[in-house]
């Protein structure tokens, strides 16, 4: 198990203690920052200065009570408990308070927040490679990029396999999915921002790939296990170079 440290983040409402981790081994100079608190959002934003960030992924809510229908037993996936997290959308606020710390955005499900989002040509679809199935043949993500709209072909197969075979949030998105976002959207030296963590999936992927990394959840189970797979995979990865 990591270490807990107890780190002071500065809020509008005054200071708050919380908990972040850090990776079971020492950092490196050459390794990058990766630091995590288990902390509301808006708090969260609300520690930094204007443009902190470079690019900021995220992957809110789609406020379609997803928690409450995804796992479905007869096509052997796993059940995740129903909490009722994706009942409502985040509001008009967090898209402000997120564009004011972040230079650029990636919004995954950006098609449920349009209302909230200013208008630009870059989007992202996500193709499952499989049509026709009990779910959407893709997602849609969308950028504060004045771009070309592209596609990544990533199979449902795939991304399970990326994942472990396995899921701690009922709508992970795979590793590759935020290593392809990286490479296509940003530029080392960069500093990254996810505000909904769940399985850290974005956070191991900017591990690897050498971005400063901060974030935040909210659900403590999702961010202990979180960390435990952040703790295994970066793990791996250093006795693996070792």
């Known amino acids: 198990m990591s270490e807990e440290q107890k780190i002071q983040v500065h809020t509008k409402t005054g200071m708050v203690y919380t908990t972040c981790y850090k990776p079971l081994f020492e950092r490196e100079k050459s390794n990058p920052i990766s630091e995590v608190v288990r902390l509301d959002n808006m708090e969260f934003m609300a520690a930094f200065p204007d443009k902190f960030f470079d690019l900021a992924i995220v992957d809110p809510p789609y406020g379609i009570n997803r928690s409450k229908n995804f796992g479905m037993a007869e096509f052997r996936w796993k059940q995740h408990n129903r909490s009722g997290w994706d009942a409502l959308i985040p509001s008009k606020e967090y898209f402000t308070e997120l564009e004011r710390v972040s230079k650029n955005q990636i919004v995954w499900g950006g098609n449920y927040f349009v209302e909230y989002l200013k208008p630009k040509m870059g989007w992202i ?3 499952k490679m499989q049509t026709d199935f009990s779910t959407s043949d893709g997602e849609l993500a969308y950028t ?5 709209l592209r596609r990544i072909n990533l199979s449902r197969g795939k991304a399970l396999a ?3 075979g ?3 949030h009922p709508t992970q998105k795979p590793k590759l999915l935020y290593r392809w976002c990286l490479d296509k959207y940003g530029k080392q030296g960069q500093k990254i921002l996810d505000t909904h963590l769940g399985s850290q999936s974005s ?5 690897e790939m050498g971005f400063d990394f901060w974030g935040c959840e909210i659900d403590e189970q999702y961010f202990n296990e979180g960390n435990k797979r952040f703790e295994n995979e970066t793990m791996q990865t250093a006795l693996w170079v070792g």
Request: charged share 20%; with cysteine; hydrophobic share 40%.
């Open 125 to 127: 679809f996500w193709d």
């Open 144 to 148: 504060s990029f004045d771009c070309k």
């Open 166 to 168: 396995t899921t701690i």
């Open 203 to 207: 956070r191991v992927a900017a591990w």
């Open 162 to 164: 990326n994942n472990g």
